[in-house]
């Protein structure tokens, strides 16, 4: 079966514009010719894409399934289309950063500061990603640089280690272990304890701390997300123990971090594509992310 460009972009015409009328305007056309290629295409497919009913087309669920995909190949599309134009428009197009969650909100936005002062008029696209989605997509060449945990460097990808940090505590305002200044595994004794969900490698390491001070805390929430974890803090639900860049960037009156007797360790890689010609800023960016790294580190060895 050989489906051709107009014949989807006519399908997909229709089905965003309801009737063949303003179909035939968007695509150029006119209603009778798309009337007709709509009747080889569905000719061609070997069901019908729309139930007729008063003269209006009323898409099958056949259609609504094929729209679907049609819209994947469409805003891939769209997105060479908006890539071609940036390099079109500018000598270096737009850089592409994809990174944890937990770094978007921490560390890219003081890379992209300091990116800024250098050269104010560069746009940067920044992408959260969660693992494994980050290493694939870095594999794929899709972005200029990658932030990670990932301790191998996925294929066709480089890998730097840029920082070693430890897990820390967030402890609600007034919480009576406020007033250490650093904590052990036994203090948790006891505690309402924000853990993270089950199969995260922090909670399998947080947890195995617990177990082997043989320390129960009453767990009472979980979640996949540290920033979350540190809201439910914030609100006085429990204690808890998360990175400390998310711990570090949601700190104030009514979150207090405090660091571990016990190490837990917190790697951040920079992942850098090894294939595709590299963008001729990406050197740039990596100094940044670098430079933003040792003022993080700073911070927290305060």
């Given at each position: 079966?050989?489906?051709?460009?107009?014949?989807?972009?006519?399908?997909?015409?229709?089905?965003?514009?309801g009737?063949?009328?303003?179909?035939?305007?968007?695509?150029?056309?006119?209603?009778?010719?798309l009337?007709?290629?709509?009747?080889?295409?569905?000719?061609?497919?070997?069901?019908?894409?729309?139930?007729?009913?008063?003269?209006?087309?009323?898409?099958?669920?056949?259609?609504?399934?094929?729209?679907?995909?049609?819209?994947?190949?469409?805003i891939?599309?769209?997105?060479?289309?908006?890539?071609?134009?940036?390099?079109?428009?500018?000598?270096?197009?737009?850089?592409?950063?994809?990174?944890?969650?937990?770094?978007?909100?921490?560390?890219?936005?003081?890379?992209?500061?300091?990116?800024?002062?250098?050269?104010?008029?560069?746009?940067?696209?920044?992408?959260?990603?969660?693992?494994p989605?980050l290493?694939?997509?870095?594999?794929?060449?899709?972005?200029?640089?990658?932030?990670?945990?990932?301790?191998?460097?996925?294929?066709?990808?480089?890998?730097?280690?840029?920082?070693?940090?430890?897990?820390?505590?967030?402890?609600?305002?007034?919480?009576s272990?406020?007033?250490?200044?650093?904590?052990?595994?036994?203090?948790?004794?006891?505690?309402?304890?924000?853990?993270?969900?089950?199969?995260?490698?922090?909670?399998?390491?947080?947890?195995?701390?617990?177990?082997?001070?043989?320390?129960?805390?009453?767990?009472?929430?979980?979640?996949?997300?540290?920033?979350?974890?540190?809201?439910?803090?914030?609100?006085?639900?429990?204690?808890?123990?998360?990175?400390?860049?998310?711990?570090?960037?949601?700190?104030g009156?009514?979150?207090v971090?405090?660091?571990?007797?016990?190490?837990?360790?917190?790697?951040?890689?920079?992942?850098?594509?090894?294939?595709?010609?590299?963008?001729?800023?990406?050197?740039?960016?990596?100094?940044?992310?670098?430079?933003?790294?040792?003022?993080?580190?700073?911070?927290?060895?305060?």
């Amino acid at each position: 079966m050989n489906l051709t460009h107009r014949q989807l972009t006519m399908f997909r015409a229709i089905m965003l514009h309801g009737n063949l009328g303003r179909a035939a305007d968007a695509c150029a056309s006119s209603q009778p010719t798309l009337s007709r290629e709509l009747g080889r295409l569905e000719q061609l497919l070997g069901f019908n894409l729309f139930d007729r009913v008063r003269g209006r087309l009323r898409p099958t669920v056949r259609a609504l399934a094929l729209m679907q995909e049609v819209e994947r190949s469409f805003i891939g599309l769209e997105q060479i289309a908006a890539r071609a134009s940036e390099l079109r428009t500018q000598s270096t197009g737009r850089l592409r950063i994809a990174c944890l969650p937990a770094l978007a909100h921490a560390l890219v936005p003081r890379a992209l500061v300091y990116l800024s002062q250098a050269h104010p008029e560069l746009g940067v696209s920044v992408h959260p990603l969660e693992s494994p989605w980050l290493e694939q997509a870095m594999s794929e060449q899709r972005f200029d640089l990658g932030l990670s945990e990932t301790q191998e460097a996925p294929a066709g990808v480089a890998l730097q280690p840029l920082l070693k940090v430890n897990e820390v505590a967030v402890l609600p305002r007034d919480h009576s272990l406020c007033r250490k200044a650093r904590l052990q595994p036994l203090e948790f004794t006891g505690e309402r304890f924000i853990s993270l969900a089950v199969g995260d490698p922090y909670r399998t390491a947080i947890d195995a701390m617990f177990e082997d001070a043989k320390v129960h805390r009453a767990t009472l929430f979980e979640t996949t997300s540290a920033v979350a974890v540190c809201a439910m803090v914030r609100q006085g639900l429990g204690v808890a123990i998360v990175n400390p860049f998310t711990a570090l960037e949601l700190s104030g009156p009514d979150l207090v971090v405090r660091p571990l007797s016990v190490a837990i360790g917190y790697q951040v890689n920079m992942l850098l594509p090894d294939i595709a010609a590299p963008h001729p800023l990406q050197g740039v960016l990596a100094d940044t992310v670098r430079k933003a790294c040792a003022a993080l580190n700073h911070h927290l060895s305060l």
